[in-house]
């Protein structure tokens, strides 16, 4: 206990010492999360890297393990792969995350390491190879085992990830987290969790000296993700050597809320027809601030629905079949109870986001095939007036707002044709005020000793109600195959000059 208690205090005051130069640090380079969207709750741009401080807090006193032999540092440090596993993973998390922090990343990007992160430490020894049945014996998950726990370690990761919306939210969700997994492993003697949930703990409440409302510096992803990883580690080496009752069903109920969290927005962004990794501003936190609640008293209801998931989760170490049933039940029961009083389960709106998902997709696919028949009647076009007219029709089919296309092709002899468009909407002026996306190609690419320079992009207006269509999906193609054929007509005909080409704004 007395080693629980040293980790816990050198990861705290590391954590209290360190959060300030980090908040300096992220100021002075200008890495600062601006409230420049509507789903952003501040009002003032605060540092965003404050990850590394709890990273770096969490693993001080881990690392000092290797200098100070005890039974606590020879059981951690018993089985090699796992430090190993957690050492490697959680960096490469946070690299991942500062990465995003800095410089953004996509989605898919992000999600694919975080993927072959799970699939690392599943190989060094953090499996989840049975479920836990309270009701009957334990399902052996055999081939299903690898799947299962990339789920689970990439699911927590996230679910913490988009939690992370308010002052002192996920670091307060994760806290009490770590402190149901810390009590679990006192009951069933594992000290392994022990140690590493005491670590985590001061690291997290040293940080939440700075992150509580109002926060002077934010966690970012590479705090969010780092918890993630930790608490979902943590979780499955807990279940690996406790009883029956205790295995993964418990730490399920002590991270209730952003699992909860997580779901309903995957749920109703695929309802919505839009990316699932996308952001929005339907989360649990939006939606009590959306009630009238105040920022901090929003934390604090989310902190008591933590309290209530870490009471059932614990009141289950010693139930029989009977009582975890009730435990189970009343679970359920307090999270429909929830969802249904910040509208989750409003019957009317989950008709009309069924309606509207459906809409979407099939606006999706039809717009789809708008521009694959372009593509496919570029490809055949034997003019450059032909392809620009192709383009200017393929642009009312898709709902594009502006195209911008300037093109050079030169030969090898020095002939210049010059291909223009600068085309727009009639009712652009209505469309002021709504957020804009934009796809941008730059022309450079040669063929037959014949270049082509310039830049063709698209615009296209978003808001709520509109279709959210991948750029990579239809345009990159669109655009590639306006600048192979340009290309390839002007190698056709490179022996007799076609002089300048203008075609200006449409309307």
Not at 169 to 196: K, P, Q
Request: proline letters at 4%.
């Amino acid at each position: 206990m007395l080693t629980f208690l040293v980790a816990f205090a050198l990861s705290l005051l590391t954590a209290l010492l360190l959060t300030p130069a980090v908040r300096w640090g992220s100021v002075r380079a200008g890495l600062v999360d601006s409230p420049t969207q509507t789903r952003k709750v501040h009002r003032a741009p605060i540092p965003r890297l404050g990850g590394i401080a709890i990273a770096v807090a969490f693993f001080t006193p881990i690392v000092g393990l290797f200098f100070y032999d005890n039974d606590v540092s020879s059981a951690y440090l018993g089985d090699l792969s796992r430090v190993v596993g957690l050492f490697g993973g959680a960096v490469v998390v946070v690299l991942l995350g500062l990465a995003d922090d800095v410089f953004g990343l996509r989605p898919r990007t992000k999600f694919a390491v975080q993927v072959a992160v799970a699939i690392g430490v599943y190989f060094l020894g953090y499996q989840i190879g049975r479920i836990a049945n309270p009701f009957g014996p334990n399902l052996d998950l055999g081939l299903f085992s690898l799947p299962v726990t990339v789920l689970w370690i990439v699911g927590v990761m996230n679910a913490i990830n988009l939690i992370d919306g308010l002052d002192g939210l996920a670091g307060g969700v994760s806290l009490f987290s770590v402190l149901t997994l810390f009590l679990l492993a006192l009951v069933s003697g594992n000290v392994v969790v022990g140690l590493t949930a005491a670590a985590l703990a001061g690291a997290l409440i040293g940080f939440l000296r700075y992150n509580f409302n109002p926060a002077s510096i934010f966690m970012g992803d590479s705090g969010s993700l780092f918890l993630g990883f930790v608490l979902s580690t943590t979780a499955i080496s807990g279940s690996a050597k406790s009883s029956t009752l205790v295995a993964l069903t418990i730490p399920l109920l002590a991270l209730g809320l952003p699992l909860l969290d997580t779901s309903l927005a995957i749920l109703r962004r695929f309802l919505a027809g839009r990316p699932i990794f996308g952001a929005d501003r339907g989360h649990i936190h939006h939606r009590l601030l959306d009630l009238g609640l105040t920022h901090r008293q929003v934390v604090l209801v989310l902190y008591g629905i933590c309290v209530v998931f870490t009471g059932l989760s614990l009141a289950m170490v010693y139930a029989n079949s009977v009582v975890s049933a009730l435990i189970l039940g009343v679970f359920l029961v307090a999270v429909l109870t929830f969802a249904k009083l910040v509208g989750f389960l409003d019957v009317q709106s989950f008709n009309q986001s069924v309606r509207y998902g459906l809409l979407q997709q099939q606006r999706a696919k039809a717009h789809l095939q708008a521009l694959g028949r372009a593509v496919d009647q570029i490809r055949a076009a034997e003019t450059p007036e032909e392809v620009v007219e192709i383009i200017h029709t393929v642009a009312d089919q898709v709902h594009l707002d502006e195209i911008h296309l300037d093109a050079i092709t030169l030969s090898a002899d020095g002939q210049r044709n010059r291909v223009t468009v600068d085309w727009s909407r009639d009712d652009g002026a209505q469309l002021e005020g709504r957020p804009v996306q934009r796809l941008e190609h730059r022309l450079d690419w040669s063929l037959a000793g014949v270049e082509i320079l310039g830049r063709l992009s698209f615009s296209w207006h978003t808001d709520e109600a509109t279709l959210q269509i991948p750029a990579s999906t239809g345009y990159d193609l669109l655009a590639l195959t306006v600048r192979d054929r340009l290309l390839q007509l002007a190698c056709e005909s490179s022996v007799v000059p076609l002089g300048p080409r203008l075609v200006s704004k449409k309307g």
